[in-house]
């Protein structure tokens, strides 16, 4: 799928994972925003983005559509959580998530979306809007290298401490032969307690600080 | 032709002017406002305080679904009186609002614009055919984005997630606190400490001799949060019957105030209110 917006900006050109971990779930993507995959116009874009307390999504798609997109499952997101105790869980998300893909104006994205509530989830939406839960997702033109790493490297067991540098390792092994995708990662934790963010600048920065978080050195094969 | 001419008179609506220049339909929505229970705001030096008496008519009645105090955004609520009903309907056009304004221009919106965008929706219901006017007051509280480093964001500080960075800013800006009171005419005014509903009269000169001394555009000086919710509390104790002394399960209160762990509205918990209670009780 190449989504293209009014200025041809494409971020298709991608490579976004999400992985279920024993205590939560984590998100990563690169940064690189390029026009069809041959000219890189924004090395430090944000491809992971918190849509509500505890749950995030990952995008691949044109940039104005992806903004436009998140602006809009924000707000119904805060509507659902005021009219509603507890807030929305990460399939309320999704569902809500698809239903703004379906409807007309919105925009062929591809998204893995992740969140704790009340179990950690990880769903990937299609550009038709279907839901499917599952313990890795990826999208984006990097994504057959990704699943290719975390098909081996997996496991749901493990913590998202660990898990992150799965993770990292899975999106750089994508920009090792995606032309589309690099120069920097966005990794999202999620877990009960925390939705944390992080913004590395340059893919091997960001594969070894997830890899010495790891307490588990045999993470990484 | 004489049943049409009787319907046309019928559908023309209630809210016309009497001969002296009066909107009886408002003035009596007013009224519908005076026999509800009473809600309270008042501004601190560290938030605003919205405080309310619940109308518990029975032991078997549940007080948590007596709902006076609403969130409507991370850093607004508002508090009602009179017809809970029209009230509701309120409450989904603010919080509808505040999150339009949010996806329109890409920031939370302010105390004052939202007290003035529900003022222009009362209005409206005040002048159109076919309608009857709110029977509900509010109070708009919040904190507005004060002056700060990052106040105004230059399209190029955008990454592809600007929203998120307009958040981030935020919660580096001091913050405004402020409080508005919408009426069924829909005018609305700044105040640093009012109420409205049932026994509004005592409840505002309580306040006035309690807050009396600030400048009136900024927070009363010096006067904290706690400060701030005993007042709130203590002043609706003037209202009440002497027989029926309010509680905690016939009082609610939340504080908008600078981001907590909790974020900037925190409703408060029972033990805290019990314990203001208590210490209003032994003064």
Redesign the interface.
Known sequence: MHGTDSNGIV?TGTTTVGLVGADGVVLAADSR?SLGGRFVT?R????V??VDDRTALTFAGS?GD??SF???L??EL??YD?DHEPGASVDTAATVAADLIRREETPQLELVLGGVVPDPTVYQIDPAGGVMDAPIAASGSGMQLAYGYLEDAHDPERSVAELRAVAAMAVRNATERDTASGDGMTIATITADELEREQYDGIERAVSAATSRTTDSEVVR | MNTSSRQRAYDRGHTIFSPDGRLYQVEYAREAVERGSPSVGVVTSEGVVLAARKRVRSPLLEPDSVEKI?????HLAVATAGHAADARQLVEAA??R???H??QY?EPIGVSVLASDLADHIQEQTQSGGTRPYGAAVLVGGVDPGPGPNSSPTPDDR??????RERESATERTVQPALYEVDPGGTFYGWRGTAIGDGTAEIRSFLETELDGGDSTAATPDLTRDRGLSIALDALATTAADDRPISASTVTARVLGPESDSGQSTPVGDDELERVLAALESD
């Open positions: 971020t925003a924004n430090t874009a944000r491809k983005v918190p940039v992806a903004q998140v602006r809009r924000r707000a805060a509507l005021m | 609403h969130r409507v955004d991370d919080r509808k505040c999150q339009q949010r996806l890409g990454s592809a997630d600007e929203t998120e």
